[in-house]
């Protein structure tokens, strides 16, 4: 079996767990089946189609930090991996305004960058050292999450998460 997208009561993606866990929660009531996933489990007694997402028949208050929580892949994985000033591969992770400066390590404070730029700004703010940031860093949408904590989306999610991406900034 693989994994299943739990989406809260109000329809908001919440956590990817096992379709197992997904399967249990549907037997207790807890979670209704919303999307399934084609297979089916089959136990002694029962067969059940197995679940791709599910949804929670009640609602779920979760921080939105704890879950964005901020790390070198999520920060790269919200940038596409790519260098936030010229587009390059990213290899490293660079502080707007440097840390030496006062700047903060956080979500709005941190972009993806390929090492050239980095070593190019050096201490410097971005308008200092003459160079453009491709978009404004932000906290990223709940795809950023997923991917990190399964590293991939499963096409079936998708139409699940297009709420989402619709919200997301446009990418500059
Ligand atoms: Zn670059």
Partial sequence: MGRALVLNATFEPLCVVSARRALVLVL???AEMVHQDGGFFRSESATLPIPSVIRLKYFVKVPYRARASLSRRAVFVRDDFQCQ???AVAENVDHVLPRSR???????NVVASCRR???RK?????????MTLRSR????REK????????RIDPKWEPYLDG???AAPAHA
């Fill in 137 to 140: 860093p932000s906290v990223p």
């Fill in 28 to 30: 207790k009531h807890k």
């Fill in 85 to 87: 000033y010229c587009g």
């Fill in 144 to 151: 950023v999450w997923i991917v990190v904590a399964v590293g």
């Fill in 102 to 108: 006062g700047g903060t390590h956080t979500w709005a």
């Fill in 122 to 130: 050096e201490n410097r703010t971005p308008k200092e050292a003459g």
């Fill in 164 to 166: 989402l991406r619709a």
């Fill in 117 to 119: 730029c980095n070593t």
